[in-house]
C-alpha cells in the first residue's frame, strides 16, 4: 500500500504532466464542491460551515474515498467573500433560518461612486478596512475559523496523498469592485461616466494586490496554484476593448506573477469567454490551467489554446442536478476523448452544485477510470 507521501508525489506529478501536455498513465480528475461533499455526507450544511475540522473531515473524506488526484481546495466558508467581493452573505442557520439552505450572496451598491475619492486618498488597504469595518457586521470575526483552520487543513491534505491546487484567490480589479458597486452600477455609471478616475482607482487597487500577492508567492507557505478571476470581466459582457482595458490585462499581470514565482495560475472562467479564447495565446505556454464551467464552448478552447495550454473542466452543474448517470459518463467519456489524452484534467464546471445527485457525480469518476491505462 502506497504512504500518503508516494500518492500525493504521484498524484502531483500528473497533474504537473497534464499543464506541460505530457502523457499521463491516466486523465487526472479534481475535485470542486464544497455544498455537494456535504450533502452527499448527509452532513447539515450549517454544522459544515460552522467548524471547519468538521468541513475538512468532510471533504477530505469524499476526495480519498473517490481516489482523486487533488482538490481545488481542503476547506470552505462563505464568510471570506465580503473581504473578496465587498458583498454581504447570508449562510444557514444565521441570517437563513433552514440549518441546511444553500447560502447566499447579496450583491448591492455598498460603495458608492463618491467612495473612490477616498480609496484614492487613503491607499487601498485602508480603504478596504474601512468599508468591511463601517458596512458590514463582523467580517473579522466570521472569517477567522476558516483563516485559523486552513493550514491545519492543508497539512492533512498533503499527509493523505491529495494535491491542493487552489491555495489563494488573485483577483483582477473589475473582480474586486464590480461585486460592491452591483453589476449594474459599475458598468453603467463608473465605466461610462467617469472612465479617467476608475483608471486611477483599478491601479491603485491593482498595485496593493500584486504587492501582497508576491508577498505569498515568495513564502515558504506559497500555494501550488491560484484561482485567476474570471467571474464578470468576460468578453461576452464587456466589449473587446474594454475586455482587454479592464478585466484581461490585469489577469494577465497576475498570472505572469504566479509563473514567475513557479505557481499555477488556474484561469477559473465562469460565464462565456469563448470571443475572448484567443488573449489566452499571451501566456507562457505549458504553465497555466484553463478551468471552464460548461459556458464557454470547450472544444472551441481546444481548437485554440490547447497546444499550448492545460484545459479543465467542465462537465456542466444541470447535468449532475437533473441527468442520469448515463448522460453524465458519456460527457464525460466525450471529452476525454476529443480533449484528451494529454493536456487535459476531468473536472466539474466550477463546483459540483449543492443538489447534485451522488450517482451522477460518480460517474463522472467512473469514465476517468475506464479510460485508465488505456489512453
Given at each position: 500500500?502506497?504512504?500518503?507521501?508516494?500518492?500525493?508525489?504521484?498524484?502531483?506529478?500528473?497533474?504537473?504532466?497534464?499543464?506541460?501536455?505530457?502523457?499521463?498513465?491516466?486523465?487526472?480528475?479534481?475535485?470542486?464542491?464544497?455544498?455537494?461533499?456535504?450533502?452527499?455526507?448527509?452532513?447539515?450544511?450549517?454544522?459544515?460551515?460552522?467548524?471547519?475540522?468538521?468541513?475538512?473531515?468532510?471533504?477530505?473524506?469524499?476526495?480519498?474515498?473517490?481516489?482523486?488526484?487533488?482538490?481545488?481546495?481542503?476547506?470552505?466558508?462563505?464568510?471570506?467573500?465580503?473581504?473578496?467581493?465587498?458583498?454581504?452573505?447570508?449562510?444557514?442557520?444565521?441570517?437563513?433560518?433552514?440549518?441546511?439552505?444553500?447560502?447566499?450572496?447579496?450583491?448591492?451598491?455598498?460603495?458608492?461612486?463618491?467612495?473612490?475619492?477616498?480609496?484614492?486618498?487613503?491607499?487601498?488597504?485602508?480603504?478596504?478596512?474601512?468599508?468591511?469595518?463601517?458596512?458590514?457586521?463582523?467580517?473579522?470575526?466570521?472569517?477567522?475559523?476558516?483563516?485559523?483552520?486552513?493550514?491545519?487543513?492543508?497539512?492533512?491534505?498533503?499527509?493523505?496523498?491529495?494535491?491542493?491546487?487552489?491555495?489563494?484567490?488573485?483577483?483582477?480589479?473589475?473582480?474586486?469592485?464590480?461585486?460592491?458597486?452591483?453589476?449594474?452600477?459599475?458598468?453603467?455609471?463608473?465605466?461610462?461616466?467617469?472612465?479617467?478616475?476608475?483608471?486611477?482607482?483599478?491601479?491603485?487597487?491593482?498595485?496593493?494586490?500584486?504587492?501582497?500577492?508576491?508577498?505569498?508567492?515568495?513564502?515558504?507557505?506559497?500555494?501550488?496554484?491560484?484561482?485567476?478571476?474570471?467571474?464578470?470581466?468576460?468578453?461576452?459582457?464587456?466589449?473587446?476593448?474594454?475586455?482587454?482595458?479592464?478585466?484581461?490585462?490585469?489577469?494577465?499581470?497576475?498570472?505572469?506573477?504566479?509563473?514567475?514565482?513557479?505557481?499555477?495560475?488556474?484561469?477559473?472562467?465562469?460565464?462565456?469567454?469563448?470571443?475572448?479564447?484567443?488573449?489566452?495565446?499571451?501566456?507562457?505556454p505549458k504553465k497555466a490551467i484553463m478551468a471552464l464551467d460548461g459556458k464557454t464552448?470547450?472544444?472551441?478552447?481546444?481548437?485554440?489554446?490547447?497546444?499550448?495550454?492545460?484545459?479543465?473542466?467542465?462537465?456542466?452543474?444541470?447535468?449532475?442536478?437533473?441527468?442520469?448517470?448515463?448522460?453524465?459518463?458519456?460527457?464525460?467519456?466525450?471529452?476525454?476523448?476529443?480533449?484528451?489524452?494529454?493536456?487535459?484534467?476531468?473536472?466539474?464546471?466550477?463546483?459540483?452544485p449543492f443538489n447534485a445527485k451522488k450517482e451522477n457525480v460518480e460517474a463522472m469518476?467512473?469514465?476517468?477510470?475506464?479510460?485508465?491505462?488505456?489512453?
Open positions: 500500500m502506497k504512504s500518503g507521501k508516494e500518492l500525493y508525489n504521484e498524484r502531483l506529478e500528473r497533474i504537473r504532466k497534464a499543464i506541460a501536455l505530457e502523457p499521463v498513465d491516466k486523465i487526472p480528475v479534481l475535485g470542486s464542491g464544497p455544498a455537494a461533499y456535504a450533502a452527499m455526507s448527509g452532513v447539515d450544511l450549517a454544522d459544515y460551515l460552522e467548524d471547519m475540522k468538521l468541513n475538512c473531515d468532510v471533504n477530505l473524506k469524499f476526495h480519498v474515498n473517490h481516489d482523486l488526484d487533488g482538490a481545488q481546495a481542503h476547506i470552505f466558508s462563505p464568510d471570506v467573500f465580503p473581504r473578496q467581493w465587498f458583498s454581504k452573505v447570508c449562510t444557514p442557520g444565521r441570517e437563513l433560518p433552514s440549518r441546511n439552505e444553500l447560502w447566499q450572496v447579496h450583491e448591492m451598491e455598498i460603495i458608492k461612486q463618491e467612495d473612490y475619492d477616498d480609496l484614492l486618498k487613503m491607499g487601498y488597504a485602508a480603504w478596504q478596512k474601512k468599508i468591511l469595518d463601517e458596512r458590514f457586521t463582523d467580517v473579522e470575526e466570521r472569517e477567522k475559523p476558516f483563516y485559523d483552520y486552513a493550514p491545519i487543513a492543508a497539512q492533512r491534505y498533503a499527509e493523505a496523498g491529495v494535491p491542493v491546487i487552489v491555495g489563494s484567490i488573485f483577483e483582477s480589479p473589475f473582480e474586486v469592485l464590480c461585486g460592491g458597486r452591483s453589476l449594474e452600477c459599475f458598468l453603467m455609471d463608473d465605466i461610462f461616466e467617469i472612465p479617467e478616475l476608475l483608471d486611477d482607482v483599478f491601479a491603485e487597487i491593482h498595485q496593493t494586490n500584486m504587492v501582497n500577492y508576491e508577498e505569498l508567492l515568495k513564502s515558504p507557505a506559497k500555494p501550488l496554484g491560484v484561482w485567476v478571476g474570471g467571474w464578470r470581466g468576460t468578453p461576452t459582457m464587456l466589449n473587446r476593448e474594454m475586455f482587454e482595458h479592464y478585466s484581461w490585462r490585469y489577469m494577465k499581470e497576475i498570472a505572469e506573477l504566479c509563473i514567475r514565482y513557479d505557481v499555477i495560475p488556474i484561469f477559473h472562467l465562469d460565464a462565456d469567454w469563448t470571443p475572448g479564447l484567443d488573449v489566452f495565446k499571451e501566456i507562457e464552448d470547450i472544444y472551441k478552447a481546444k481548437e485554440v489554446v490547447g497546444d499550448r495550454m492545460c484545459i479543465m473542466g467542465d462537465v456542466p452543474a444541470e447535468l449532475f442536478a437533473f441527468g442520469d448517470p448515463q448522460k453524465v459518463y458519456d460527457y464525460a467519456a466525450k471529452l476525454i476523448r476529443d480533449l484528451g489524452p494529454t493536456g487535459y484534467i476531468m473536472c466539474s464546471g466550477c463546483d459540483i469518476y467512473q469514465a476517468v477510470a475506464d479510460t485508465a491505462g488505456n489512453l
